[in-house]
């Protein structure tokens, strides 16, 4: 991740969010974050402009985002995405989760950095967002499985390293 691909705004609980380049698990964390702290959120827009591609890790953390969010009777909006975008998560069968817009996001906010983001986040980032995949379509189960099972190996494997 480039400084500057994944910027994210707070006004008081406005979230404003700019995803540029090719989103994948390392755009996913900063946003696992906001997703774990749903009273904090009044409302989210998610400019999609200039996102090339998202990973499944990625749109795992919008579906749990999104899960989140629903509790409070919040929509997480997704803003100017493409077609192939759309199609990547029409694909997983999450897309009725969000709104789709063409409105313009001004994220004003700071550069998201992943710079002191430690294995184990992203290997419990990856398990946590698939599995919210295979919740919300079960469909998604034979796709995913695999990689859940690696990364809670992975999670397990450097907890144990942690406390050696």
Not at 133 to 158: G, H, M, R, T
């Amino acid at each position: 991740m480039n400084s500057g691909d994944l910027l994210i705004s707070n006004r008081d609980g406005a979230f404003e969010v700019t995803v540029s380049g090719r989103a994948n698990f390392e755009y996913a964390v900063p946003l696992r974050d906001i997703a774990r702290k749903p009273e904090m959120i009044r409302s989210i827009k998610i400019d999609l402009s200039a996102c090339q591609a998202m990973d499944s890790t990625f749109m795992g953390v919008l579906t749990m985002l999104s899960v989140a969010l629903r509790r409070a009777q919040i929509t997480v909006e997704l803003c100017n995405a493409s077609e192939h975008l759309v199609s990547s998560l029409r694909g997983l069968g999450v897309q009725k989760l969000f709104k789709f817009t063409t409105e313009k996001v001004t994220a004003q906010g700071e550069a998201a950095t992943t710079e002191k983001v430690s294995q184990l986040t992203v290997a419990e980032t990856v398990a946590e967002a698939h599995k919210e995949l295979v919740a919300e379509n079960s469909d998604n189960a034979e796709k995913f499985s695999a990689v859940i099972q690696y990364a809670e190996e992975d999670v397990k494997k450097l907890r144990s390293d942690a406390k050696n």
